[in-house]
């Protein structure tokens, strides 16, 4: 397990909550996870094996992982144990990506990126790209062309904004 410890701001304390888990899933400290069947479970959860080719099966990962991300991982667990992992639902957060090949912009969006073996495509639980078709966050920075991490806020699937009355 890669324990990196990924959030730079927190909005409040509320923005983390507790999720239970399974007992088969591995979860580190900053991985990115989705939700399914009421549980924490990592992004790798994801996969894909669709016949059209590599480039449909990581739209297919991406777009599994959109529509279930919950957060980024605070709390750690082995797969031998189904403890509660506390999730931060909202941060902004330094994440791995492959070597930019062009300058990002503060807004543009990212996605998960995917790692496929010419069979099944799998979501990466600790790394993005930029990418505006199935986000799961937005730069909050600039990011120069062969930049190895973002700077990204992310806003997880199940979090309450309150109205702000004017």
């Known amino acids: 397990m ?21 007992g088969t899933d591995v979860i580190s400290v900053g991985d990115i996870l989705v939700v399914a ?31 279930a991300f919950i957060g980024v991982a605070m709390s750690s667990k082995p797969a ?11 941060g902004v957060f330094e994440l791995s990506c492959a070597a930019l090949q062009s300058a990002a912009h503060v807004g543009d969006g990212v996605e998960i ?17 930029v ?4 986000k799961i966050g937005k730069l909050v920075k600039e990011a120069a062309a062969s930049d190895t991490t973002l ?11 309150p109205v702000v009355a004017d």
């Open 80 to 90: 031998t144990a189904t403890p509660d992992v506390r999730v931060a639902v909202r």
């Open 113 to 129: 990126t995917g790692s496929d073996d010419a069979t099944t495509c799998t979501a990466v639980p600790s790394v993005v790209s």
């Open 37 to 67: 069947s009421n549980k924490a479970r990592p992004a790798s959860f994801v996969t894909d094996a669709d016949i059209g080719g590599a480039p449909t099966r990581l739209t297919n990962v991406q777009d599994g992982v959109a529509d």
């Open 151 to 161: 700077m990204v806020e992310m806003l997880g699937l199940h979090v309450k904004i």
């Open 131 to 134: 990418g505006a078709t199935n």
């Open 2 to 22: 890669a324990h990196i410890h990924r959030l730079r701001k927190d909005f409040a304390p509320y923005e983390q909550i507790m999720y239970p888990t399974t």
